[in-house]
């Protein structure tokens, strides 16, 4: 069993030389690390936190927002082991095969890999979110609500669910005996990495440069390095790494930090009402099937891939949130438009929706450093939020859809919220799913990272988690980072051979 | 229960109200030269309140629906073919709204 290091015990100037070093334990750090414990590799695994929350670690994360309101950056995300998983919904799905399309009309769509690439993954992926028996596809006993045929239709989320908790899986509670007992594995924690020193070509990391609050600092020399540290650290240390490559490591197209993204999640998107007033629980709850309490679902609402290619639409999950109130008008509306359909509306009720949206890329919505620095003295970041009106748009077309449906159906309506900016901007919190920073390409031109996810042009250099998503579709982003971590980790099994 | 299910409560009541009205027997209302085609709303009032102002006058537009399938074929209809409008973000029917701005045209004063 190896026991937790501390780089404050590390003397300065020391020099370690593992095979790999993954800067990062939440669960893209913490993933590859258990995939490669066998690999025979030595691997340093990085983390700038503790086993617990700490504030002054935490305010390394401060930045500066500018734009789109937006959450702060050192509030959407938590720094020690285990990551952001420290306080997740456990919300999860994978993404679907027309997200990784390059969709007509919708510019910066397509990424180097296909779902089918990643698909193997999914099951040691869903293992380790600890989400249930694989169950996405087939869905959830319980009475579909009855859509005419059309756009939009049921899909299914599940849950991650930690053993004999009721609570998400926080990987590094859950993870931290595994990581112990890994003989080749070396979890350091309180090490910060604060910068990327590469070879004089630029074509190699040569070392890492540690440092600790408590003043100490000391660099690891690997092999082969992952950056693992979320999709707005992974930007800031290439970002501040500016010494070889002037604008960055990786940054010699000026791709580094731009297309951020979250996902949107306006509340109280529409009412939808439905006439005889029947909604299975299924729709409202996280719902622990019969039989197999580890298996948690909830349906939403999702536009069908023909339905997003024939409308240019992005990507949604409408989810049905609370009971409603009717207004005069509303009640006016329903009992009209029940009454004309030939339908009993007399146990009609009304439910508010609220959604998760996939964002257009932009490469203006980016993370740049600011002249701020932080107690280690690394260049704090400054993110420019945008949201574009056809994001708004395009989702509302997607709910006037299921309301046609509704009615098609004579199971119910819909009345939608919101028809101006100021409206949808009111309304707006966010999943804080950081994606998209180190976007994955064929092309160096028009990305950070390869198909296998190696930085382009930096044989030993590669990065894990959702900075390297291309586009960013609705599903939650763990499940699917950890599924393309693993990849990675098939990859550095073969190129560390 | 708290404000919001007080008032979710609300409209459920009122819809029931309404719904009871429909089933119950007709309401009487003063007559109108479009009574063939307001017959065919059961609850006018609500009809009437959903309506909105419209360019049309009531005789063009009686003409145009009487020109067309009865409100409970032409709605389903609608709906099928996707001819949805929006009235304050109410996703209804088209002819559900034109029956509406006429009930209202015709709201006894
Ligand atoms: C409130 C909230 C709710 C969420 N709910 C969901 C959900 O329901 N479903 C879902 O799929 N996702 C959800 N997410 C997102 C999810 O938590 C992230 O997708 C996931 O944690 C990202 O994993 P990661 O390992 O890439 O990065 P992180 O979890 O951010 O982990 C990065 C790790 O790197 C460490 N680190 C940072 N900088 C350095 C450095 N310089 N040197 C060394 N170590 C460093 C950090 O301390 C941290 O441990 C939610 C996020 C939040 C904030």
């Known amino acids: ?497 | 229960m708290n404000r919001r299910n007080v008032m979710a409560g609300m409209g459920a009541a009122l819809l029931a109200l309404g719904a009871g009205v429909w089933r119950f027997g007709m309401k009487h209302y003063p007559d109108t030269p479009y009574d063939d085609l307001l017959d065919q709303v059961q609850d006018r009032e609500a009809a009437a309140t959903l309506g909105e102002t419209t360019r049309e006058t009531a005789p063009g537009l009686a003409a145009r629906l009487r020109a067309a399938k009865p409100l409970a074929v032409q709605a389903a209809a609608d709906a099928g073919a996707g001819r949805t409008v929006e009235i304050s973000g109410w996703v209804v029917p088209k002819s559900v709204a034109d029956y509406a701005a006429l009930a209202r045209l015709n709201r006894p004063l």
């Open chain 1, 1 to 497: 069993m190896t026991a937790f290091l501390d780089a404050r015990s590390v003397p300065n100037a020391t020099i370690l030389t593992p095979d790999l070093a993954i800067v990062g334990g939440g669960p893209a750090g913490i993933s590859l690390a258990l995939a490669l414990a066998d690999s025979g590799l030595s691997i340093l695994l990085l983390e700038s936190g503790g086993t617990s929350f700490d504030p002054k670690t935490q305010a390394l994360y401060a930045g500066e927002e500018t734009g789109v309101r937006y959450v702060p950056l050192d509030a959407g995300r938590l720094r020690y082991l285990g990551g952001a998983t420290n306080h997740w919904g456990g919300w999860s799905r994978p993404l679907d095969a027309i997200d990784f399309e390059t969709r007509k009309g919708v510019p910066y769509t397509g990424w180097p890999v296909a779902l089918s690439d990643l698909e193997p993954y999914f099951p040691r992926a869903q293992e380790l979110i600890e989400g249930g028996s694989w169950a996405y596809a087939k869905g959830a006993q319980g009475a579909p609500l009855p859509l005419a045929p059309g756009g939009v239709s049921t899909t299914w989320f599940q849950f991650s669910k930690t053993k004999d908790s009721p609570l998400p899986t926080h990987f590094g509670d859950r993870y931290a005996a595994a990581l112990k007992a890994a003989p080749k594995i070396t979890p350091m924690m309180q090490a910060n990495v604060t910068a990327i020193r590469l070879s004089k070509d630029g074509k190699r990391v040569e070392r890492l440069e540690v440092a600790t609050l408590s003043g100490n600092s000391f660099m690891v020399k690997p092999r082969f390095v992952v950056l693992a540290a979320g999709a707005v650290e992974i930007a800031r240390l290439m970002l501040a790494s500016n010494d070889v490559m002037k604008a960055g490591v990786g940054n010699g197209n000026d791709m580094v930090g731009r297309f951020f993204a979250d996902h949107p999640i306006p509340r109280d998107v529409a009412t939808m009402v439905v006439f005889d007033g029947k909604l299975d629980p299924i729709y409202t709850n996280a719902t622990p099937q019969p039989g197999n309490p580890d298996l948690i679902m909830r349906a939403a609402l999702s536009p069908d891939a023909g339905f997003m290619r024939a409308q240019g639409v992005a990507g949604s999950l409408t989810t049905v949130e609370n009971g409603a109130p009717l207004d005069t008008l509303g009640t006016a509306a329903v009992v009209a438009t029940a009454q004309a359909l030939g339908v009993d509306a007399s146990r009609a009720k009304a439910w508010s929706l609220g959604c998760g949206m996939e964002m257009t890329p932009d490469p203006e919505r980016r993370l740049t450093l600011s002249d701020a620095r932080d107690a280690l003295g690394m260049p704090r970041l400054k993110l420019h939020m945008t949201i574009s009106d056809d994001d708004f748009a395009h989702f509302r077309l997607t709910l006037a859809e299921l309301g046609r449906q509704l009615l098609a159906a004579k199971t119910g309506m819909i009345r939608l919220s919101y028809d101006s900016r100021a409206q949808w901007l009111a309304a707006m919190d966010w999943g804080n799913h950081h994606m998209g920073t180190t976007r994955m390409s064929a092309d160096p031109k028009s990305g950070v990272v390869d198909a296998n996810s190696m930085v382009h042009g930096i044989g030993n250099l590669f990065v894990a988690g959702s900075s390297v998503f291309t586009t960013y579709g609705s599903s939650n982003p763990t499940l699917n980072l950890v599924a393309l971590t693993l990849k990675l980790g098939d990859h550095l099994k073969k190129v560390t051979a």
